[in-house]
C-alpha cells in the first residue's frame, strides 16, 4: 500500500457518482425519508409530500453546491479543491448521465 500516492483518475469522485450503487442509495434515502416523515402522525400527505421535496433540495444544495474540495487525493495539483462537487462531477467533459440523473430527480419528485 502506497500512502500519499494520488489515484489514477483525475479526480474519484466522477467515478463514484458514475456508479449505479449511488444512483439506488440516492433513491432508497429519498424513499425513507418519506417513509420516515410518513410516520409522523400530524403530517398530512401533501405535507410529507412538501417536506420531502424541500428537505430533499436542501440537503441537495448543501452537498453539491457549498461542500468545496474532495475527500481523496488527486493528482490535478489541487484545481478540485476550490470546486464544488457538482462543478467535478463532469470537469472538462459534457453533461454527465450522474448530472443528468441529478437534474431530473427533484423534477420527478
Do not use: C
Not at 22 to 31: K, M, N, P, S
Not at 45 to 73: A, C, D, Q, R, S
Request: glycine share 4%; no cysteine.
Amino acid at each position: 500500500m502506497n500512502v500519499g500516492v494520488a489515484h489514477s483518475e483525475v479526480n474519484p469522485n466522477t467515478r463514484v457518482m458514475n456508479s449505479r450503487g449511488i444512483w439506488l442509495t440516492y433513491l432508497l434515502l429519498t424513499v425513507v425519508l418519506h417513509i420516515v416523515l410518513l410516520s409522523i402522525p400530524f403530517f398530512t400527505v401533501p405535507l410529507v409530500w412538501t417536506l420531502t421535496n424541500v428537505i430533499h433540495n436542501l440537503v441537495m444544495y448543501l452537498f453539491l453546491h457549498t461542500v468545496k474540495g474532495t475527500p481523496f487525493e488527486t493528482p490535478d495539483q489541487g484545481k478540485a479543491r476550490l470546486l464544488t462537487h457538482w462543478e467535478q462531477m463532469d470537469y472538462g467533459l459534457q453533461f454527465t448521465s450522474s448530472r443528468k440523473f441529478l437534474t431530473i430527480s427533484p423534477i420527478v419528485l
